[in-house]
């Protein structure tokens, strides 16, 4: 069983998982579209795609087209979102899955009432360190897990100016202030990806920037946003609770390991930084860092990957680490690239699975809220200064 797909946005990141579905033997024809015309018949060209459509509209009024993967900016997803459901095609769509609570809580209801599938394509579901926290506290290894961290460090000198001026046209550093806790799915979702549990309340602290180049200049930017920088803590139901940081002004090396956490327990402790990671326990210390690094399965300078800017390659690269399981995947997948710490393989086959089977994917409706309304509860609370507010919360995914 097969079914046809539609890209929308053929933009530096959409190309490497066009590869993927095109690859996947669960997966038909695949098709494009994007703002820029040539942007979509150059990567259909370059990849042998099936074909282009004129606009996003042209591609969901056809028949040709079963389902959509949306990679488009960040802050467009949740209508895109909305409009594939609406007419009748299932959804990938990239992070996050929206910016306002309404738009999450519209998403919900609709794939509730058409029975569609909708996923979002969070890279640290499958991030080594949480694979390897979650295979931990399922089998109780932390014993009672009380405290995580979770943080997207990212420098914007590190290929994020680039991206956003490739991305964003003449008007670029309005888009390129987009606010870190409206970002939040890659250091929200690899700590809840692991704990089984959600968060009820936040406190957050925003840094305003400083660099005075326009970017984060409340003035300019299109979000009224001039924090570069913030932090987050989080109670959790159940009890304990989490801290992410979103930074983009940092003096770290985000090309070798951008996302990181940290897991702490009654039992035992995880804890992974640029280039370790350790299990501890009350017994000792363990260098798990081989179980959880990538091997690359394609060079940075392939020509693939000569529109990217060259910090941002190793995002596109990585392989698989030793926690993974690959025996799931098709093995059309052994020799292509993968990406974001061996992620890219699972999320496309999650989603292509889901639709075949008519099953829930990992990152449905309900658990991508669950990563994304954390940080717009929480941005909301840093431009108050910190103050401490509820995070509403749509449930568990109903069974099928």
């Given at each position: 069983?097969?079914f046809t797909?539609?890209?929308?946005?053929?933009?530096?990141?959409?190309?490497?998982?066009?590869?993927?579905?095109?690859?996947h033997?669960?997966?038909g024809?695949?098709?494009?579209?994007?703002?820029?015309?040539?942007?979509?018949?150059?990567l259909?060209?370059?990849?042998?795609l099936?074909?282009?459509?004129?606009?996003?509209?042209?591609?969901?009024?056809?028949?040709?087209?079963?389902?959509?993967?949306?990679?488009?900016?960040?802050?467009?997803h949740?209508?895109?979102?909305?409009?594939?459901?609406?007419?009748?095609?299932?959804?990938?769509s990239?992070?996050?899955?929206?910016?306002?609570?309404?738009?999450?809580a519209?998403?919900?209801?609709?794939v509730?009432?058409?029975?569609?599938?909708?996923?979002m394509?969070?890279?640290?579901q499958?991030?080594?360190?949480?694979v390897?926290a979650?295979?931990q506290i399922?089998?109780?290894?932390?014993?009672r897990l009380?405290?995580a961290?979770?943080?997207?460090?990212?420098?914007?000198?590190?290929?994020?100016?680039?991206?956003?001026?490739?991305s964003?046209?003449?008007?670029?550093?309005?888009?390129?202030s987009?606010?870190p806790?409206?970002?939040?799915?890659?250091s929200?979702g690899?700590?809840?990806?692991?704990?089984?549990?959600?968060?009820?309340?936040?406190?957050?602290?925003?840094?305003?920037?400083?660099?005075?180049?326009?970017?984060?200049?409340?003035d300019?930017?299109?979000f009224?946003?001039?924090?570069?920088n913030?932090?987050?803590?989080?109670?959790v139901?159940?009890?304990?609770?989490?801290?992410?940081?979103?930074?983009?002004?940092?003096?770290y090396?985000?090309?070798?390991?951008e996302?990181?956490?940290?897991?702490?327990g009654?039992?035992?402790?995880?804890?992974?930084?640029?280039?370790?990671?350790?299990?501890q326990?009350?017994?000792?210390?363990?260098?798990?860092?081989?179980?959880?690094?990538p091997?690359?399965?394609?060079?940075?300078?392939d020509?693939?990957?000569?529109?990217i800017a060259p910090?941002?390659?190793?995002?596109?690269?990585?392989?698989?680490?030793?926690?993974?399981?690959?025996?799931?995947?098709?093995?059309?997948?052994?020799?292509?690239h993968?990406?974001?710490?061996?992620?890219?393989h699972?999320?496309?086959d999650?989603f292509?699975?889901?639709?075949?089977t008519?099953?829930?994917?990992?990152v449905?409706?309900?658990?991508?809220?669950?990563?994304?309304?954390?940080?717009?509860?929480?941005?909301?609370?840093?431009?108050?200064?910190?103050?401490r507010?509820?995070?509403?919360?749509?449930?568990?995914?109903?069974?099928?």
């Open positions: 069983m097969t797909l539609g890209i929308v946005g053929a933009g530096q990141f959409s190309g490497q998982f066009a590869t993927l579905f095109q690859a033997p669960g997966v024809d695949v098709y494009v579209t994007d703002l820029l015309p040539e942007r979509a018949e150059r259909a060209a370059n990849q042998g099936a074909g282009t459509f004129s606009s996003y509209q042209a591609m969901l009024e056809s028949e040709a087209v079963d389902a959509v993967a949306i990679f488009t900016q960040r802050w467009t949740g209508p895109l979102v909305l409009q594939g459901l609406n007419a009748g095609k299932h959804v990938y990239a992070v996050p899955m929206a910016i306002t609570t309404e738009e999450i519209a998403i919900i209801n609709t509730r009432a058409t029975g569609l599938t909708y996923m394509g969070e890279t640290s499958y991030n080594p360190a949480t390897h979650r295979n399922a089998e109780g290894a932390f014993g009380f405290y961290e979770g943080d997207y460090v990212h420098d914007m000198d590190l290929g994020f100016y680039d991206a956003y001026q490739y964003g046209g003449e008007n670029w550093k309005a888009t390129a987009y606010p806790l409206l970002y939040p799915t890659h929200v690899g700590v809840l990806g692991a704990w089984q549990t959600h968060a009820v309340s936040v406190s957050a602290i925003g840094v305003v920037d400083e660099r005075g180049d326009g970017v984060f200049d409340k300019v930017s299109q009224g946003n001039d924090f570069s913030a932090s987050a803590l989080f109670e139901a159940g009890g304990g609770s989490f801290r992410t940081n979103e930074f983009r002004r940092v003096g090396p985000s090309h070798i390991r996302s990181r956490f940290r897991f702490f009654t039992e035992a402790s995880m804890e992974q930084l640029a280039t370790v990671a350790l299990w326990d009350k017994k000792g210390v363990k260098d798990i860092s081989e179980l959880l690094e091997k690359p399965t394609m060079s940075p300078s020509p693939s990957l000569q529109h910090e941002l390659r190793a995002a596109f690269t990585s392989g698989s680490a030793p926690v993974h399981d690959r025996a799931r995947l098709p093995r059309e997948f052994d020799e292509l993968n990406g974001h710490e061996g992620s890219h699972f999320l496309v999650d292509v699975t889901a639709v075949n008519r099953t829930l994917p990992s449905n409706a309900w658990v991508a809220a669950r990563y994304t309304l954390p940080g717009i509860v929480a941005h909301d609370s840093a431009r108050q200064g910190g103050a507010l509820e995070i509403p919360d749509f449930g568990d995914a109903p069974e099928l």
